[in-house]
């Protein structure tokens, strides 16, 4: 382990792409500092977020303690895990063929199962029309992503072997599940995988921290402000 002494700023919102970070720093028992974004008030435009964050999303994270005791800022979940994975060597394995396998399924979470499951949650929650043939869409594509893990888990304890960021990465999209239509009793080595990741003290640390924010579907479909923040956004 490198230098760790100085608190990570952690920028943060309780959702299921906050929560791979508290899950690894949890993990870590690396000291962290909480700056709360309140996406469903605009914060994550602020200048002084997007210079460190321009995709205008969180969680990104400033360490003050960098490469070469320097301070770093990274943005995007992935990219957080596999940084905070090299510093402080753990969860994210040096030998190649075991660090290609946890890229695998890193990459298969922020490019998949995430953007998937996130657009089941709009279309089957927050969308004002229902529009069966987009629910249809992404329910079906979570319920083929589900499959896929349940394959893999049948032959692995987690999805890279060991446990690893990989893991930490779809914890929190697989929680939700019922807002993506999908019952884990189809699933059997995935409810078997989410039984065992969610009884980690880490993980159930990391998924409570700022859950006095987390909001329910129901409010943000009602709270027009949130809407027009979080829905329709253009190039600015
Ligand atoms: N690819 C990004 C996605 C992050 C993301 O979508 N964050 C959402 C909350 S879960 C956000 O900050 N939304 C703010 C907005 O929509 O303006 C990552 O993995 O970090």
Redesign the pocket.
Known sequence: MTGNSKAIELYY?P????WKITIMLEELGAPYEIKY?N?SRGE?FEPGFLKIAP?????AIIDPDGPGGQPISV????AILQYLGRKFARFYPSDERARVAVEEWLFWQ?GGL?PMA?QAHHFRGYAPEKIPYAIDRYSNECNRLYGVMNKRLAENEFLAGDYSIADMACIGWIKPYGRQGQDLNDFPNLKRWFEAMMARPAVEKGIRVGEEHRRRIADIAEDKEAQA??FG?RAR
Request: charged share 10%.
């Open positions: 919102w959702t299921p792409n906050g974004v996406i994550q995709n205008n999303r969180m969680p943005f995007e979940s992935g922020v995430g996130g923040v979080l956004q």
